[in-house]
């Protein structure tokens, strides 16, 4: 795989880089406004490298879940704005992804400028099955540039024009950023340092079995928090109330539990709401005693206490999912306590997923307390079921 890095040594001087970046924040819906640019900021490295070396840069990123079609409330003109206070110089918006005005706009570029295409996702075809349909926009936008760089390592998992189809039209390189996230997951499956640690939460447990399959054999331990652990309370039989419920995958779990012998830990204690608001009545119960009309939001006291226990002598951490509806005051402290205890870990500490990234600097936690901080969730997960990356297949050959 070649490394931007390489590309720049040849000399890009005055050539025009598509630049498939990460750009996805979230937004507050009332103002529209970016609540966290991590994202924006973990781009910076390669696109300033390429500026620096004289190269007419053209990014193209998404936002959100447009259906395919123009729609100002997914405009990229937020993010072009923000990044160009970043770097410190104007980022113009083209008004289209490739059509006439990304042309134009793209051969007036000088060298060390940038471009912003807009939103990927207003072309149907970007995330089209059809090959025909992505080929056609992977055509025009190949057009625009002499050179392919991703560093968009959020959007690897996915076999989408600006992602997969354009890398075979143009001569490619991963940024450094891509570089980056390969280096930290290759140190998470090939012999990792033990104690190995992983630390699962977030919503969905559906979307997280498929790992937890794949690393279940390979890790010492394994804590699972979140809206996720009700399923697993359930399988052992608890009663979880109105908390977070897969009926379907309560069978997985109890096999998994078996297969753990074990190794997998649950929370002991819950903090519990009538509903689901930051000014809920809450109260503290143990896990295996939720009443049936309250609801799990956060793991309590004792878990954090647990779950640190468990983390102090790990050398390798890998931590996905935030423990508890951080979003909402009342719902912080499980996230914030266990997030405090992998940042406190001697070795190798990852965090990896949108949410977990966001909660740590939401929270106001050291970002350099963790060795490596990835921006992207599902790109990590699907790398650690050991699935094959289309966007980073293609750029291996
Ligand atoms: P990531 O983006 O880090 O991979 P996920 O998207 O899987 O994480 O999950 C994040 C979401 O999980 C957060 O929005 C959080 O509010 C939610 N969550 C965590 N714990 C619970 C819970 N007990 N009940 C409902 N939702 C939860
Ligand atoms: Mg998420």
């Known amino acids: 795989m070649r490394a931007v890095d390489d590309l720049i040594a040849e000399g890009v001087s005055g050539r025009r880089v598509l630049l498939r970046a990460d750009l996805n924040v979230p ?126 390592f959020g959007a690897v998992h996915r076999k989408h024009a600006s992602v997969y189809d354009v890398a075979l039209r143009l001569p490619h390189a991963a940024g450094r950023l891509v570089a980056r996230e390969l280096e930290v997951l290759t140190r ?45 309370l359930a399988a052992q039989g608890h009663g979880v109330g109105s908390s977070l419920l897969e009926a379907d995958q309560v069978d997985t ?17 819950i903090v519990c709401a009538d509903r689901f608001a930051a000014d809920a009545e809450t109260s503290l119960t143990p896990a295996d005693a939720i009443p049936d009309d309250l609801m799990g939001l956060d793991v309590g006291p004792l878990t954090v206490d647990l779950f640190t226990a468990e983390l102090v002598d790990a050398r390798t951490v890998f931590w996905n999912g935030p423990m508890g509806v951080f979003e909402l005051a009342p719902f912080q402290a499980g996230t914030r306590g266990v997030a405090e205890a992998v940042g406190a870990v001697d070795g190798l500490s990852v965090v990896g997923g949108g949410d977990s990234a966001a909660a740590v600097r939401q929270l106001g936690l050291d970002e350099e307390s963790y060795g490596h901080i990835s921006t992207g969730g599902g790109a990590s997960l699907e790398y650690l079921e050991g699935r094959e990356l289309p966007g980073l297949a293609v750029l291996a050959d």
């Open 188 to 232: 998470l499956t090939t012999d990792p340092e033990r104690p190995y640690v992983v630390v699962l939460g977030g919503s969905k447990v559906s979307d997280k079995l498929a790992v937890i399959e794949e690393l279940l054999p390979k890790v010492d331990r394994l804590l699972i928090g979140g809206g996720m652990c009700f399923t697993f």
């Open 253 to 269: 779990c109890r096999r998994l539990l078996a297969e753990a012998d074990g190794r997998i830990v649950l929370p002991v204690d």
């Open 27 to 152: 937004l507050d819906k009332s103002t529209g406004e970016i609540t966290d640019d991590g994202r924006i900021r973990a781009s910076l490295p390669t696109l300033q490298a390429l500026r620096d070396a004289g190269a007419r840069v053209i990014v193209a990123a998404h936002l959100g879940r447009p259906k395919g079609a123009p729609d100002p409330q997914f405009s990229l003109a937020p993010v072009a704005a923000r990044l160009g206070e970043l770097l410190g110089t104007s980022v113009p918006l083209a008004g289209d992804v490739a059509g006439e005005d990304a042309r134009a706009k793209s051969e007036a570029l000088g060298d060390g400028d940038v471009l912003m295409l807009e939103n990927v996702r207003f072309e149907a075809a970007e995330t089209s099955k059809d090959d025909a349909a992505r080929g056609e926009l992977a055509d025009r936008l190949a057009a625009l540039a002499d050179v392919y760089v991703d560093d968009a």
